[in-house]
């Protein structure tokens, strides 16, 4: 029972962080590595998405309804991110994604400090395409995005915010708003795959979603009323957890 109160907790705070700009896994997956150091890490990963994907799905409803999505290039993103987090998540049985691990700090590094430095980005909405070509990026993103968390995971809402905004012109809202559309299908895609192979467990995962889904709920109406300014800055500091996170099991663990 301890251990069980101990990843509803973390669930709880993996969702509200993930509500506001993703990066839930952060806090979820760690929890669940140190409460069941034994098990294997593929179960790990598929009850992390059996709760994740409940809360995931509430924080892209609450954002549908209050915020105007361009649904032109959500809907394309989906799609690939679908199709891309099945194919990550069968890689991931066949190899292991040691390499990936070593890059990711470098990388999300490198997001934190463009992010700094444009003091404006992602702090109003002005989208730089539209019609078939928005339609190509946002696949793009997607499909890419979608791989690489069906694959490894870690910041898989951060890097679709930061390239939201970056790439299609976004601001932090939008995009955190579109980017719980993609990583719903990301976690769907990967759910159905680690479940298919035994990788889950179902009871576990029940009551971590409860907690995911509060958390969620409370994320959401943070950054509904408070707006792009407020996403940003909680976008800075979960690429900074990241950073220090991803940064110490690389190197130093």
């Known amino acids: 029972m301890l251990e069980l109160l101990i990843v509803a907790v973390a669930s709880g705070l993996a969702g509200f962080v993930d509500a506001i700009v993703g990066g839930g896994g952060l806090v979820l997956l760690p929890a669940l590595f140190a409460t069941f ?3 294997h890490p593929a179960t790990l990963a598929g009850s992390n998405k059996g709760a994740a994907v409940w809360g995931t799905a509430w924080a892209a409803r609450q954002y549908a309804r209050r915020v105007e999505l361009r649904w032109g290039a959500v809907a394309p993103a989906v799609a690939a991110a679908g199709v891309g987090s099945f194919a990550g998540a069968w890689v991931l049985t066949l190899v292991s994604p040691e390499g990936l691990r070593k890059a990711l700090p470098v990388v999300l590094l490198a997001i934190l400090a463009y992010t700094l430095a444009k003091k404006e980005l992602g702090q109003h909405h002005a989208p730089r395409f539209a019609g078939r070509r ?13 791989f690489y968390d069906g694959f490894f995971g870690p910041g898989t809402g951060s890097f679709l915010v930061f390239l ?14 579109s980017a719980k559309l993609v990583n719903l299908a990301t ?9 298919s192979r035994g990788h889950i467990w179902w009871q576990v995962a029940a009551v971590m979603a ?11 109406r943070l950054a509904l009323r408070h707006g792009a300014g407020f996403v940003r800055w909680v976008f800075i500091v979960v690429v900074s957890a990241l950073i220090l996170k991803t940064g110490y099991d690389a190197y130093l663990r």
């Open 134 to 146: 928005e339609a190509l990026v946002a696949g793009g993103v997607g499909g890419v995005i979608g």
């Open 164 to 177: 939201f905004v970056r790439l299609l012109g976004y601001d932090f809202l939008n995009a955190s708003a």
């Open 210 to 220: 409860v907690t995911n889904v509060l958390g969620s709920l409370l994320g959401t």
């Open 37 to 39: 150091p034994t098990t």
């Open 187 to 195: 976690n769907l895609a990967a759910l159905a795959l680690l479940a």
